[in-house]
T-cell receptor, first 118, second 107 residues
Framework: GAVVSQHPSWVICKSGTSVKIECRSL??????MFWYRQFPKQSLMLMATSNEGSKATYEQGVEKDKFLINHASLTLSTLTVTSAHPEDSSFYIC??????????????FGDGTRLSIL | AQRVTQPEKLLSVFKGAPVELKCNYS??????LFWYVQYSRQRLQLLLR??SRESIKGFTADLNKGETSFHLKKPFAQEEDSAMYYCALGNNNDMRFGAGTRLTVKP
């Protein structure tokens, strides 16, 4: 159980285009979904936290107009990288936290999306 | 502020040797701590959490509030344990990850 599906797994596009990444919790309802960025050989950097039905909370230094997050349902969150540029090339990972259970529920991760901007 | 520190970026041991991956945290409240593992070309997976007090794949981790540590241990490392390990601290609606330790188990 607790499967998170992330799509697409890899995308290459031209500079200036917008790219949407989807994150779905397949067999559970996610109270909260998280978006991370990972640079090569580095740890995960939290970009934003999104709660279903409310605005995402962005970490300091992350441009909310650049990285649009929508969390319209308990099973789906999307990250749109708007007007992407080469410096946005990175590995983006989403995770979701189950709304069931007591205590702090661990996050379950998607496979990640490798974004390459030419 | 909450912070997770993994002092070793790289750790290399021989098969059958004991292994300990260090994790220290700073947090003013009651922490919930986790270890995640990422095998080559796979997603990040939950390995264990401190409240479960269980052993997964031979790994254990004990929360030491006095030393603010949550070190991950295994008495006899296996080659298939080679991976990236992340210590994480959960709080309310947030989770912070350490920088990660790459464990290599040599034959």
């Amino acid at each position: 159980g607790a499967v998170v599906s992330q799509h697409p797994s890899w995308v290459i596009c031209k500079s200036g285009t917008s790219v949407k990444i989807e994150c779905r919790s397949l067999d559970f309802q996610a109270t909260t979904m998280f978006w991370y960025r990972q640079f090569p050989k580095q740890s995960l950097m939290l970009m934003a936290t999104s709660n279903e039905g409310s605005k995402a909370t962005y970490e300091q230094g992350v441009e909310k107009d650049k990285f649009l997050i929508n969390h319209a349902s308990l099973t789906l969150s999307t990250l749109t990288v708007t007007s992407a540029h080469p410096e946005d090339s990175s590995f983006y990972i989403c995770s979701a936290r189950d709304r069931q259970g007591t205590g702090y529920q661990p996050q379950h991760f998607g496979d990640g999306t490798r974004l390459s901007i030419l | 502020a909450q912070r997770v520190t993994q002092p070793e970026k790289l750790l290399s041991v021989f098969k059958g040797a004991p292994v300990e991956l260090k994790c220290n945290y700073s947090y003013s409240g009651s922490p919930e701590l986790f270890w995640y593992v990422q095998y080559s070309r796979q997603r990040l997976q939950l390995l264990l959490r401190h409240i479960s007090r269980e052993s997964i794949k031979g790994f254990t981790a004990d929360l030491n509030k006095g030393e603010t540590s949550f070190h991950l241990k295994k008495p006899f490392a296996q080659e298939e344990d080679s991976a990236m390990y992340y210590c994480a601290l959960g709080n309310n609606n947030d989770m912070r990850f350490g920088a990660g330790t790459r464990l290599t188990v040599k034959p």
